[in-house]
């Protein structure tokens, strides 16, 4: 696994109305057996659908966290399969719970897909600068 650290993410940046964002790609062989481990963590998940700066996104959310994925390419033109977690902190309040948030769900991807035995080649941790909240 590969991270991309960004020296100005992290928790003293984020404000209550953002969003910190946490993209991976995952590159795999089976990218369905990587879907359906996502779709089973996110499964009790509310769908959603919304404009971030003038752009739809959809995905699912519990209101503190939102997911969002899709197939794709990486910056090599190889398929990847892309899942961005978008995590807040209590509404109202700038604290790191978000950031603690994305640790854990990123924890909890990996892990997974090792319980089920998906045959992950690479994942690149890419960490975005904050985004005003959709919802």
């Not at 752009?55 to 939102?66: E, R």
């Amino acid at each position: 696994m590969r991270w991309r650290k960004r020296t100005d993410w992290g928790p003293g940046k984020l404000g209550s109305d953002e969003w910190a964002v946490l993209e991976a790609q995952i590159r795999a062989e089976d990218l369905a057996a990587v879907e359906q481990a996502v779709e089973e963590l996110t499964g009790f998940m509310d769908f959603f659908r919304a404009d971030l700066d003038g752009v739809p996104l959809s995905g699912v959310t519990d209101g503190q966290l939102a997911v969002a994925q899709r197939v794709g390419e990486d910056r090599r033109g190889r398929r990847v399969y892309t899942v961005t977690f978008y995590a807040g902190g209590p509404v109202g309040e700038a604290q790191p719970h978000a950031f603690d948030r994305l640790g854990s769900s990123a924890s909890e991807l990996v892990d997974y897909l090792q319980s089920e035995g998906v045959g992950v080649e690479e994942i690149t941790w890419t960490e975005h600068p904050s985004v005003k909240r959709a919802f």
